[in-house]
């Protein structure tokens, strides 16, 4: 049984970008500030 990390790279036409980031790192209020900084960026998520 695939997973659904394998099941998207075998239907992906185009490279996939993962992004990474600790939650609470460097200091725990940035956590919010990261996340509302990555939805501002024009990514397709899946």
Request: hydrophobic content about 35%; aromatic content about 8%; cysteine-free.
């Amino acid at each position: 049984m695939k997973n659904r990390i394998t099941a998207l790279f075998e239907r992906k036409d185009k490279k996939v970008l993962s992004i990474y980031f600790t939650a609470g790192y460097p200091e725990l209020n940035d956590t919010l500030t990261i996340i509302t900084e990555l939805e501002k960026l024009p990514l397709k998520t899946e």
